[in-house]
């Protein structure tokens, strides 16, 4: 495929064409803060709006969407242009599922609010001075937006929909800390300006920031955190039912989001819950043989496992380390690049600590891709909170995971694909972009990159982790697990860590499904792989058929399965 020409909607297909601009349109009215992020200037002044008219506006505009779309004739398409059509219907999907959900009502932790506070603006570009003071008038919106969030977690409440203690301990926890924070340091003012905006403009645009920090933001989030511990946090879920199952529809939210995550609208919670199962047994095999050549007088898994968690070599030293470990593991990574892919990210990939007002909380990495116009390079955040805590067998994998080959090639390719309409750049199925990040994993081996055995069992480590989210998920969420018998499992079946058990298990606690994409897209990518190879034979190569993935952007795992047997039949004749 080509990163050359842009996209040119044929003139047949004008009517699907304005479906898809006004759609992608108003997703951007829908969340300000994402288009922000993507780079659109003129959502600079403007954030979420968490009221029932606007929950209502949008149904009846996805409504109106639906409608449009189905009006087109989808066998007039060209295969490219039905992958459009069907990322639209996914789109459409999702968004309806979410406004059926109405998970703000009750989100706590990493499905709660306080990225507003402390994340999202660390993500922000600021191009001109006019773009930056656009940005102040969004601040002055805070006060307004967690009115709303009080209000709507209010209603949840009354409607018996409310997280647990634990995530709402997290979430005040992170709201205190934030509201401790000077107003010199305030994480609000740590967006990024470009070089053309003086040292003097930005000196002074902080300083009438911090004054709507101090009048518009703090008290409205203070009014929020006392809500929070006074009338949530004593109704908040034990630990003996963590999962969704227990709130007021939960079981129908649930098997929404199993079915969106996984990317199979027919999966059960039983089948996800086995197919953990049946991946964790296969993996203990790998674990002694690769076991054996680390420790000395191992001689089952188990013991693997147990030395992964307990031998003081496997940790990390210090944050410098781990940083220079992931900066080095990615340098390497590229090397081998053109004999597995024809096509490559334009922009560089970054390494940064994941900041420190929300290391406590955060997953151990997460990647942000790049922005189209070049002012943000992608970028791989590492958690160094607590390195002695950290495995360093994780090191190499999460480092391909992230970056190369996973997720600054996914993600990145996608935000520079110049034929396909810009929704497409950006609305991606989470089954097929972890699942490509996982499968990277695997990729990496085959590529010869893991540098020794203890980063093998790494990779183990983690291919294990990702079964046993299939396991807990649904046990939590399906089955009636409590968060004691998920922790006890987790530890049990992969070499996880402690504090790392307890901070993912509150994440799959707080987002439902969410950690089966994972697992579920990897397998379906071997699947197809496998059924390529094996019907090409010794036409198949490997490099196109990582093209093939990946020249559409993130799409959905039926799409991904069309794609890759029109691409079978094209080689074949």
Known sequence: ????????????????????RDSFKNTLNSSPTSAIMRGYREYFDQIEELTEARFDQNLKDLDKFEKRLNEIDFNNLSNKEKVTHGMLEYAFGSNKDSLLDKSWEFGAGVSGFTGYL?????????????????????????????????????KGLDGNRVATERNILRTIDQIESYLKTSLEEDPLLLVNFSPEVSEEDVINWKEKAKLIIDGYVRPSVNTYLEQLKSEHLPKGRSDMNPGIMWIEGGDDIYLRSLRKFTGNKDITVQQVHETGLSEIKRLKKEFLEIGKKVFKDVTTPE???????????????????????????????????????????????????????????APPAYYYSPLPDGSRDGTYFLNTYKPETKSIFEAESVAFHEAIPGHHLDRTIAVELEDVP??????????????????????????????????????????????????????????????????????????????????????????????????????????LRRKAENELGNMFDIRYFHDEVLCDGGITLPILENKINDFIERHKS
């Open 1 to 20: 495929f080509k990163q050359k020409t842009a996209y040119e909607i044929p003139l047949r297909l004008v009517g699907s064409e304005m479906c898809i």
């Open 118 to 154: 402390i994340d999202y603006n660390q993500q922000m570009f600021i191009p001109d001075l006019e773009s930056a003071d656009l940005l102040l008038k969004r601040l002055e919106l805070y006060n307004q937006f967690f009115n709303q969030v009080s209000l709507v977690q209010k």
């Open 303 to 361: 013991e693997v496992i147990y030395k992964m968690q307990t031998e003081p070599s496997m940790r990390f030293e210090s944050k410098e380390q781990m940083l220079q470990m992931a900066e080095d593991t990615i340098k390497r990574a590229y090397e081998p690049l053109a004999d597995w892919f024809t096509v490559f990210p334009k922009a560089p990939c970054n390494v940064l600590p994941v900041p420190e007002e929300s290391e406590k909380h």
């Open 422 to 527: 810009d929704f497409q750049k950006y609305v991606a199925s989470t089954a097929f972009v972890e699942g490509w990040g996982l499968y990277s994993e695997q990729l990496a081996n085959e590529m010869g990159l893991y540098s020794n055995d203890i980063q093998q069992l790494g990779r183990l480590g983690n291919d294990a982790w990702r079964a046993c989210r299939l396991v807990l998920d649904t046990g939590m969420h399906g089955m009636g697990w409590s968060r004691d018998e998920a922790i006890k499992f987790f530890r049990a079946n992969s070499p996880i860590e402690e504090i790392n058990a307890n901070i993912e298990t509150d994440r799959y606690i707080a987002w439902p499904g969410q950690a089966c994409s994972y697992k579920m897209g990897q397998l379906k990518i071997e699947e």
